[in-house]
């Protein structure tokens, strides 16, 4: 992998995140509504003059652009602005909540690309048999299934009638466990909600993979490899599997960004202290700037990880550097 391959790939980052800063903003002033109004509600004084003074000390009453200015100017300074409903900087709430949601998506990525990979192998070299059949309708109902529908479903079989996980927040706060203890009752806490969000992803990729698998195996090295005399596993594994990730790692990239809308329905569902519950409430509260702080956070995590995701793909695939 070349220098100028990366250096390339580094450079589209910071004017892909303006594009997308800028875009949040104009769709997010569009709506109607603003934070003074909540902000006036709340305290019992909702006069027009009121709200008109919040406005101006929360900066409102100016033209666009010159919030606009404003925005970019604090964005280039890593000031994320401060939220006037939460009454707390912007920064301190997606430092607080970023962590829980980078771990829940992480886990059911990392959880979806492996079992979808496994999985699509499996079903591609037992192509026709019961167990391609066994894969394919299982991918089917997992894609089917609505996620909510299905988080509530595993709460009352493995929390409720099994007894054997939590079935909501990130741990027990009332067994004031440290170090590895707290640890594991994380994981507990994360298995539910991870896994209701990865099987949506695992059944995309275990039939994306399958169909990856099944073109590769007509290719002329994977023929080559067998008259070598290689067994079926090394063939699937050493060689078809490499080429036959590829769109799935591309897929995978493009749908990070995906897993937040999900997470916010996961979080919500199994009560995750996430960015999720936070984007929920922002909404409902029109607090624009914990909105406009999350988005960008957001847009920030998805291209580093699309970042990542070209630089996995030209090294799995020498040939798209050098193009």
């Known amino acids: 992998m ?42 019992g004084h909702g006069s ?3 709200v008109a003074e919040l406005r101006r000390d929360f900066g409102l009453d ?40 980078l771990m829940l998506m992480v886990t059911a990525l990392g959880a979806a690309m492996l079992g979808g990979v496994g999985l699509g192998v499996l079903a591609a070299t037992r192509r026709g048999t019961w167990v391609d059949a066994l894969v394919s309708v299982g991918a089917l109902l997992a894609y089917a ?7 509530l479903m595993l709460i009352v079989l493995f929390s409720i009638h ?46 994306v993979m399958r169909s990856s698998m099944l073109e590769v195996y007509g290719l002329e090295y994977i023929i080559t490899a067998r008259a070598k005399g290689l067994g079926e596993r090394a063939v699937a594994w050493r060689h078809a599997a490499r080429n036959a990730a590829l769109p799935v790692l591309t897929l995978a990239g493009v749908q990070f960004g995906h897993l937040l809308g999900g997470s916010i329905l996961i979080e919500t569902v199994f009560g995750w202290p996430g960015l999720g519950r936070l984007v929920f409430d922002a909404l409902s509260q029109r607090d624009l700037n914990t909105l406009l702080g999350i ?7 998805v291209v580093l990880v699309n970042l990542l995701v070209d630089l996995v793909y030209g090294w799995l695939d020498p040939r798209i550097v050098h193009r």
């Not at 800028?22 to 569009?30: C, Q, R």
């Not at 404003?70 to 912007?90: E, M, N, R, W």
């Not at 988005?295 to 995590?301: E, H």
């Open 162 to 207: 099994l007894n054997l996980l939590p079935s909501g927040g990130m741990f027990d706060v009332t067994a004031g466990r440290a170090g590895l203890a707290h640890a594991m009752d994380v994981a507990r806490h994360l298995v539910l909600p991870s896994l209701t969000l990865a099987l949506f992803y695992l059944a995309v990729y275990t039939r």
């Open 2 to 43: 070349t220098r100028l391959y990366v250096l390339r790939r580094l450079l589209l980052v910071v004017p892909v995140v303006l594009c997308i800063a800028t875009l949040n903003f104009v769709l997010l002033h569009l709506a109607p509504g603003d934070a003074a109004e909540i902000v006036a509600g709340q305290s």
């Open 62 to 101: 100016r033209p666009l652009h010159e919030q606009y200015g404003i925005f970019v100017l604090k964005l280039l300074t890593l000031d994320l602005g401060y939220s006037h409903v939460q009454a707390t900087p912007v920064a301190a709430l997606i430092a607080e909540r970023l962590p829980a949601t």
């Open 48 to 50: 027009v003059e009121f």
């Open 145 to 151: 299934v609505p996620t909510f529908w299905l988080g």
């Open 295 to 301: 988005l960008f956070v957001s847009s920030v995590v």
